[in-house]
Antibody, heavy 120, light 110 residues
Framework: QVQLVQSGADVKKPGASVKVSCKAS????????MHWVRQAPGHSLDWMGW????????KYSQSFQGRVTITRDTSSSTAYLELSSLTPADTAVYYC?????????????WGQGTLVTVSS | QSVLTQPPSVSAAPGQKVTISCSGS????????VSWYQQFPGAAPKLLIY???VRPSGIPDRFSGSKSGTSATLDITGLQTGDEADYYC???????????FGGGTKLTVL
């Protein structure tokens, strides 16, 4: 069965960077896009970007442009989200989510989420 | 402010039907498939509907989706207390070239 297992919770100081991992199993990693979505406490879902694990192509939300980098390691079927220049407003749960198809924007499997807390 | 507009909350009695709306524009809902997600407190979202009206395997037919123009709708019939959750619509916006979600709707089953 499809599983997306994310790295554990993290606490960062303002100005720092955070890198969250998402290890995929149960399907062909390179055949489906991987998206990253975050959710601040009490708020809605916020799309951050996606990667085509097959060729490494990425697309980022303008809201995070310049601060976000999504990468992948096909040898370990793992996707990564790195967010830099953190502020307290970046405190949120970060999710990776697999697309239903390479060109599909429906997200049919989600990781368990990673809480990132930004505090001095 | 979310790109897609949903009512903050809806409520209905067990066994009844509830409708959750999702309003967008010509650059998102009108030209791209809509998905719906269910989220329980402390849990990750779960895909409920994709391609406007298709249920993934395992989703009861009590849940149905539809779309007309720049709006989409999620209907839930035969409400159960276990349906109490937050519901989000999502799609792609061609103007923003980004994924977009609604603000979420909290369903209360009275």
């Amino acid at each position: 069965q499809v599983q997306l297992v994310q790295s554990g919770a993290d606490v960062k100081k303002p100005g720092a960077s955070v890198k969250v991992s998402c290890k995929a199993s149960g399907y062909t990693f390179t055949s489906y896009a991987m998206h990253w979505v975050r959710q601040a406490p009490g708020h809605s879902l916020d799309w951050m970007g996606w990667i085509n694990p097959g060729n490494g192509n990425t697309k980022y939300s303008q809201s995070f442009q310049g601060r976000v980098t999504i990468t992948r390691d096909t040898s370990s079927s793992t996707a990564y989200l790195e967010l830099s220049s953190l502020t307290p407003a970046d405190t949120a749960v970060y999710y990776c989510a697999k697309s239903k198809g390479l060109g599909s924007k429906s997200l049919d499997h989600w990781g368990q989420g990673t809480l990132v807390t930004v505090s001095s | 402010q979310s790109v897609l507009t949903q009512p903050p909350s809806v409520s209905a009695a067990p066994g009844q039907k509830v409708t959750i709306s999702c309003s967008g524009s010509s650059s998102n809902i009108e030209e791209t498939f809509v998905s719906w997600y269910q989220q329980f407190p402390g849990a990750a979202p779960k895909l409920l509907i994709y391609e406007d009206n298709v249920r993934p395997s395992g989703i009861p037919d009590r849940f149905s989706g539809s779309k007309s123009g720049t709006s989409a709708t999620l209907d839930i019939t035969g409400l159960q207390t276990g349906d109490e959750a937050d519901y989000y619509c999502g799609t792609w916006d061609s103007s923003l070239s980004a994924g977009v979600f609604g603000g979420g709707t909290k369903l209360t089953v009275l």
